[in-house]
Structures are given as C-alpha cells and as structure tokens.
C-alpha cells in the first residue's frame, strides 16, 4: 500500500499550504518523500525518521509536528535486490530497476542504498503567501553536487497514468548516512551498494478535506502535465 | 473511502479482461458501479446487491462470482440530502448536486431516488478477444430510454485532476425499482425524489497485479483523457 497525502498536481497548481502533520504521514508508512508547508524543501522517510533539506542547504531531523501539503509513504518491503558493483549513472541504474520491477503498470518503491561517486540534488525554495504556482516558483531553485558520499535513495515510480496525481515515472529524494545533506535527486553515479524494490499495487490517495483553501479553490490543472515535467 | 479496482484508462486503452470479481470489489462497498470481462455492459450496485444490465437489453442480478476489469463502490453514507418536487433535467440537478457537495476538489458518491419522467441509457457491447481499445468498441453501444421510471441513480463525481483513473466528473448508472431496466446514464428528467450525497476524501486504487496480461503490457495512454470524454 502507497499512502499519499494531497497530490502533485494540486501543488504544482499553487495550494502550498501544509494541510497535515509528517507525524499523521508517517502513521502510513516509514520510508517516502514529501515537502513542508509552503513547499519548503524536500523531506525524505527512511526507517520511520523524517529529515529535511531547505533551500539554504541546510539539513535537520524533523520532529513530526512540522506541516506538509504533500507526502507519499509505504512501509518498505524489499521484494528485489540488486547488487551494483561498479561506478554506474543514474539512467542505466534507473532503468535496470524498472526491468526487475514487477511491472511498468504499477507502483514500486525504491531504496538505494551504498556509496555514490557524485549526488546531484535540489531543494525547493519556500515560498510565502500568496503563493505562485510551483513551476514559477521552481525557476530558482539552489542545487548541490556532492562527491564520494554514502547514504541512501528514497523514492517511487509511478506508472504513466497516474501523472498528475503523482510524478509519472521516477521520484527520488537523497539522504546521507551522517544525516547532514540531502533532497531532490537531479542526478547522481553509484559505486556500489544495493537497489532494493517494493512493489505496490494499491494507492491510498487522501486528499485535504479538512483545508477551506483547497476545498474552495478553483484550480487550474489545464497544462499541469507539463508543468509538472518541467518542475520535477 | 472510495475503493476503485482497476483504472478506467486502462480499459479504455482496451484491457478489458476480467481481473477481479464482483464478489471481490463488494468487500470494499455496497454502493458503486462497474462493467464486466470484456467490458460487457454496465454494473450497479445498490444496497450490496450487484445487477447487469446487457447491451442486448437484458438485466439480472449478479451472483458476486463474474469477473470485472472495473469498478468503483463506497460504502454509502448520506452526508447532505436534497428534495427534488418538480420535473428537472439532469443537467440543473447535477449542477445543484455539486454545489451541495463539500467541494469540487473531492470525489463524491451521489444516490438520486425517485421518479423519472425520462431515463436515457447506454449499455457497452461485450467484445471478444483480441480487444479493441473501448473508444473503437464504444461507437457501436445501444440506447433504451425509459419514461415514467422509479428507480435509483447510483454514481460518483471525481475531481478534474483524477480524469484518466477514473472520468472527471460525474459517472452514474441508473437500476429501475423492480430491477429490470438500467445501464450507463446518457440522460435523464427527475419528476420527484431525494439526491443524497456522500463526500469522500480518500480513494483506494487498487491495481490488478495479479493479472499477467496487465502487467506486461505496454499500454497506450497517449490520447486517453480526450478518449475518456469520447467515450464516456
Ligand atoms: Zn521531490
Ligand atoms: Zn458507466
């Protein structure tokens, strides 16, 4: 089971504001991807523990009391291993995956985990009310390359239907063994460590019933599938 | 909740086998509707009980044990009621029903009791295997309408952003009183009656992973919102 909170389209259209708690998220699950209130940076869930990278570089644990309008969550079970033993990019590492995956027609999740030659992330700037749409916001967003740094990919795929909802294909958040550098993974090259897999054929999408914004909104997901290409 | 199994994308994009039964997908509601292998006609489901109506014009109910590639159900719960005393097209009362309902931004089940001056509906032809994609299938569908009909309209309203998993919208089915007469609803005048409304902020998709053919397949999903408005 995938537990999503509030969905990518509905971000991309602009409604940052955090709708629940990382504590409620993590309820459904202990390892995923999310941003914070105002789309501030990026969260990743990696054995029940929620940290977060801001803009600034910054990174810090969160206690759980922090807001997010969107966050995906599973709890992990590794149904695939791969062993990668050589210093590979992330393409040929993204796509050997999805070949062991269970299925390009439903969900996995994907946990990546050893040392990297080189971690490519970005983190999302905060934005403060009233807010843009996050494909204007994303036009400056900071990255960070580190080299030679071991940790852990966190993300999913989704299958191509279900963009919009989500992003369709790869979403990956990066986060380092000492717990001091993460977000977005833009791109990156593996030395060696493992990849395991998650299949998931259910999605329990919740959406914030309990926010008067989104519930009152009028929102423009006209062009949201290539704005969400362009932004993710 | 709203527990959908299989998505209606992917039966438009003509995978129409049969990948759970209705028995199954009544687990999850006793409220909903659906088609069956094949996409042989129109299922609904009204107080746990599953009827079908053919594109020969037949209509029975279902043992539970027929095989569906589709279906969406929800344990019905009236959260807002209103009174309907005069004749009224379907088009001012589902525009009254969404504005009675929570929001836009969420899904919602509605349930339209009463009498009709006039009910219009569709029932999809089953095809045999090879499969063509429902938007091919769905040129050929036959239409019955009924005048001075009880019976009940039983359907859901799906945000915008979800058009492609399921339609964007309303989707109804229509199941006369003394269960005879039903299928897809194309159109329809209410005489008198109730429209209850139940909001639902979660929806569970489930996918059908145990179904090889699903799971191989490379799925055309290219046109499909543009299909789905077709069709649908
Ligand atoms: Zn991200
Ligand atoms: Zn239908």
Known sequence: MLYQ??????????MLQGTTSIGEVTKHGDFGIGTLDGSDG???????NAYHANAQGEF?????????????????????????????DAEALLAQTKRRAASDNIFFAVKMTGKFEMMHVRMMPKEEPPYRRLSEVA??????????VEGTIVGFYAPQLFHG??????????VDDDRTFGGHVLDFEMNSGTIEINNIDTLQQHLPSNDAQFMGADIDYSNIAQEISETE
Chains 1, 2 share one sequence.
């Not at 909170?5 to 602009?14: D, M």
């Not at 036009?139 to 030679?148: A, G, I, L, S, V």
């Not at 909802?165 to 990066?174: C, P, R, S, T, V």
Request: aromatic share 8%.
């Open 42 to 48: 990026e969260v990743v869930i990696l054995d029940g």
């Open 60 to 88: 810090k644990a969160l206690t759980g009391e922090e807001l997010t309008p969107f966050a995906t969550v599973t709890d992990f079970q590794t149904d695939e291993t791969i062993n990668v033993r050589h210093i590979t």
């Open 139 to 148: 036009k400056n967003q900071p990255e960070f390359t580190r080299e030679q």
């Open 5 to 14: 909170h509030g969905t990518l389209g509905t971000l991309i259209a602009g």
């Open 165 to 174: 909802i989500a992003a369709g294909g790869y979403h990956l958040h990066f």
